[in-house]
């Protein structure tokens, strides 16, 4: 079984173990202790008691992170799922960041961290999250794509997610989002979606983003 660097996650955060395995999906869950700062911010340590589930097809399938005691108000302004996971940013912006590495730490460093400082400073702060210009939710993540895709407009995103979704060959044919009149295989914008296509496979992209559409 491939334990995705969940060793040496254990490691660094010594307070967590393995809890009970539900299906294929593995189960960490304690006190997730950390201390960050960030942008020139305060330096900020504090807990949380979280279940981590990783499924076996991590990372092209995301973990699911949950906050056990209440700690976190359950309201948008925290980015909690309806599911009630935590949302440490979009599938894609996420998947990036595991790009170089896909293992447990990184998902802790680069994901879970920034959001668990940004939840801990507004708590004592109020305010915005902190790295929270994006608003929870569709909207929000339609943002975040337009700025990973170099796009300007939501439905110019909504094109280029469904173009991800199919064949290369076949979405080069299609008109390009990118507004320029030509077919996609004819614009320079099929070089960044081809450097997409490297980061995950159509079924992420499905997955993941055609629910958005
Ligand atoms: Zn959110
Ligand atoms: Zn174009």
Redo the contacts with the bound molecule.
């Keep these: 079984m491939n334990l995705h660097g969940a060793l040496e996650f254990l490691n660094d955060y010594p307070e967590m173990s393995f809890g009970p395995m539900k299906s294929r999906e593995l189960n960490l869950r304690g006190t997730f202790r950390f201390r960050a700062n960030y942008e020139g911010g305060p330096i900020i340590e504090d807990r949380y008691e979280l279940e981590i589930l990783i499924p076996e097809g991590f990372p092209i399938e995301l973990p699911k992170v949950k906050e056990l005691k209440g700690k976190i108000p359950r309201d948008n302004n925290y980015h909690i799922n309806p599911d009630d996971t935590l949302c440490v940013g979009s599938p894609l912006r996420v998947i990036l960041k595991l790009q170089e590495s896909a293992t447990l730490n990184t998902y802790a460093e680069e994901c879970l961290v920034p959001y668990l400082y940004a939840v801990s400073y507004k708590l004592k702060n109020g305010g915005d999250f902190i790295f929270g210009e994006l608003e929870h939710g569709k909207k929000g993540i339609f943002n975040d794509y337009c700025d990973i895709l170099g796009l300007t407009n939501p439905n110019q995103v909504a094109k280029a997610l469904s173009l991800l979704c199919m064949k290369k060959r076949i979405a080069n044919k299609k008109i ?5 009149g ?1 077919r ?1 295989g004819s ?3 099929h070089i960044k979606l081809n450097t997409l296509r490297l980061v995950a496979p159509r079924s992420f992209y499905k997955k993941h983003l055609l629910d958005l559409i």
């Design positions: 390009c989002p990118c507004e320029c030509k996609l614009c320079n914008f």
